[in-house]
């Protein structure tokens, strides 16, 4: 992680929050893990949150269904273990 990174982030009810660190997480993708980067670390966030926009930058189809979601890069489809919305 870079700790050097520093930043802030606006939320959706007008408050902002530190980021104190960029890194990556790795995310299960056809049953395989997968780096996704550029993750930002905000120790004040009680739940982890992912971008769909950054899922889609890198090359991802994003499936809404059931409380669920799916998706798709280069044709071969996967569940992130956090599929629960």
Known sequence: MNEN???KVK???DSSM???G????????NKKMQNVSDVFYIPELKSNLISLVQLQETGCSIMFQKGTYECQKSSLPFSPTLSKL
């Open 5 to 7: 990174f520093q930043e």
């Open 11 to 13: 939320l959706g009810n």
């Open 18 to 20: 530190s980021v104190i």
């Open 22 to 29: 960029k890194g990556f997480v790795k995310m299960l993708m």
